[in-house]
C-alpha cells in the first residue's frame, strides 16, 4: 500500500471503530422503543412457527425476521398456543414475549440489536466503498466512509430492531448499483468490463424492487411493473443511453420480470396466512361488504356503533360511526376534541393502550347497553363480530361481522 494511501485507509478504520463503539453503547443503553417489542416478536414468531400473520397490516416479513435471526440460537418461548398470538394481538403479544420470556429481556433485544446493526452497517459501507472508490478514488471512498461512521441516525438507527433502515440500505443499494450499471462500456457481446453491465441492471432492478416491496407488501407484481418501468428510465436519464440500441427487448423484458420476481423468491413455499399481504384478505374483506351493504341499504344521516378497533366505516359505507380506537389521532388538529373522544371510547369500554384491545369490552356490551348507547348517541344501528351475538333484528350478516337494528325508543 502507498503511504500516500495509508493516511485515509487508517483514519477509516478508525472512525468505523468509534461508529461500533458507539452503536453498541447505544444499545446496551436504550431502552426498547414502542414498536420494537412487536418487530422483534412478531419476525422470531415467523422463523418458529413458520405463519406470517402477526404483524401484517404494513409490514413484510424480512427485516422482522433478520433482526429475530439470532434468536433462534437463544430457543426462547414462542408463545403460539397464548391468545394473544392467535388473536393477532401484536403489542399485547410482542410485550408477552420481550418480558415474559425463559430468556431475560436485555439479552433478547440487545442480541437482536446487535446482529440488526452490524448487517446494516456492514452493507451500508460496503455500499459507500463501492460507489467512491469507483467514482473517485480509495481515499475519496475512504473519508466518506469517516463522514459515514460519524452520523448518528446510523448509529441509533441501525441499531433498532425497526423496519425503516432496510428501506434506506436497498433505496442506496439501488442507486449505487445502478449508477454502475450505468458506468459500464457495452461489450458488444464480448468478453471483457461490458460483461457485467447485465448483473449490475439486474441487482440494481431487485434492490429498487425490494425495498419497494417493504413499503407496500400488499402490492401485487401487477403493480410492480410501474416500479420496475420508473426504474428503467431512471437508469436512462442517468446514463444518457438509448435503450432501443443499448438494451434488445428481450433482455430489457428479462430484467424486467426478474426485477419484479426476485423480492418474491424467498416467499416461495413459504406459509402465509389467510389475512397476509396487508390485511386485504380474511376480515378485511367482509368488513368492506358490510360497509357496502350499509351505504346501499340505510339513510345517510344514520349512525352506527362499530366495533372501535376497526378502521376506515366513513370511506366505503359514507356513513357516520359513533367513533373508531383512531380517532383519537384527530386531537392533534383539534384541541378539546380528545375529551369527546375519550368519554366515546370509555363508553364502549374500549379503554385500551394498544387498538387490537379495543374490541374486548365492547364485546362484552349486552344489549341493555346497546339500547343505552343507540340513544346517547343517536345511533340506529350497531355492528358486532359475530362471534358476539345480540338478540336485534339482524340486517346483514358474513363470516366476520353482523349488523343489527337497534330498537326505537
Known amino acids: 500500500m502507498e503511504n500516500k494511501l495509508k493516511a485515509p485507509f487508517l483514519l477509516a478504520a478508525a472512525c468505523l471503530a468509534f461508529h461500533l463503539f458507539a452503536g453498541f453503547s447505544f444499545i446496551r443503553s436504550a431502552a426498547p422503543t414502542y414498536d420494537e417489542t412487536v418487530h422483534l416478536a412478531s419476525g422470531y414468531s415467523y422463523l418458529a412457527t413458520g405463519r406470517y400473520a402477526m404483524n401484517i397490516m404494513d409490514h413484510p416479513p424480512f427485516s422482522e425476521m433478520l433482526s429475530a435471526l439470532p434468536l433462534l440460537a437463544l430457543k426462547p418461548q414462542v408463545f403460539s398456543g397464548h391468545p394473544y398470538f392467535a388473536n393477532l394481538m401484536p403489542y399485547s403479544y410482542g410485550d408477552l414475549f420481550l418480558y415474559h420470556n425463559t430468556v431475560p429481556p436485555e439479552r433478547l433485544l440487545n442480541t437482536a440489536r446487535g446482529f440488526t446493526f452490524l448487517v446494516w452497517t456492514a452493507l451500508l459501507a460496503g455500499l459507500l466503498w463501492l460507489l467512491l472508490s469507483r467514482l473517485e478514488s480509495p481515499a475519496a471512498a475512504a473519508f466518506a466512509l469517516c463522514a459515514f461512521a460519524g452520523m448518528p441516525v446510523f448509529i441509533s438507527n441501525d441499531a433498532l430492531v425497526s423496519t425503516d433502515a432496510a428501506a434506506a440500505v436497498f433505496y442506496f443499494a439501488s442507486f449505487v448499483l445502478g449508477w454502475l450499471f450505468t458506468a459500464e462500456t457495452p461489450a458488444g457481446g464480448k468478453a471483457g468490463k461490458g460483461g457485467r453491465l447485465w448483473l449490475w441492471a439486474a441487482l440494481a432492478g431487485a434492490a429498487f424492487c425490494a425495498k419497494e416491496l417493504l413499503f407496500l407488501p400488499a402490492a401485487s407484481p401487477e403493480q410492480k411493473k410501474y416500479t420496475v418501468a420508473l426504474l428503467l428510465f431512471s437508469l436512462g436519464a442517468l446514463s444518457g443511453k438509448n435503450f432501443k440500441s443499448a438494451i434488445s427487448p428481450g433482455r430489457a423484458a428479462a430484467l424486467a420480470l426478474a426485477a419484479v420476481l426476485i423480492p418474491f423468491l424467498p416467499l416461495i413455499n413459504y406459509r402465509v396466512a389467510e389475512r397476509a399481504w396487508g390485511n386485504y384478505g ?128
Do not use: C
Not at 306 to 312: A, K, L, W
Open 282 to 409: 380474511g376480515e378485511k374483506a367482509s368488513w368492506l361488504e358490510l360497509q357496502r351493504w350499509a351505504r346501499e341499504n340505510t339513510p345517510v344521516q344514520a349512525v352506527f356503533l362499530v366495533p372501535p378497533d376497526t378502521y376506515g366505516f366513513r370511506v366505503f359505507s359514507l356513513r357516520s360511526p359513533v367513533t373508531e380506537w383512531l380517532d383519537g389521532g384527530a386531537m392533534h388538529w383539534a384541541p378539546g376534541f380528545e375529551k369527546d373522544w375519550a368519554q366515546r371510547i370509555a363508553d364502549l369500554r374500549a379503554e385500551s393502550p394498544r387498538p387490537e384491545g379495543a374490541d374486548l369490552g365492547y364485546s362484552a356490551i349486552n344489549e341493555a347497553g346497546f339500547i343505552r348507547l343507540g340513544r346517547k348517541n343517536g345511533a340506529s344501528y350497531a355492528v358486532r363480530r359475530s362471534g358476539a351475538a345480540l338478540a336485534f333484528k339482524t340486517l346483514y350478516s358474513n363470516p366476520d361481522f353482523t349488523l343489527y337494528a337497534l330498537p326505537r325508543p
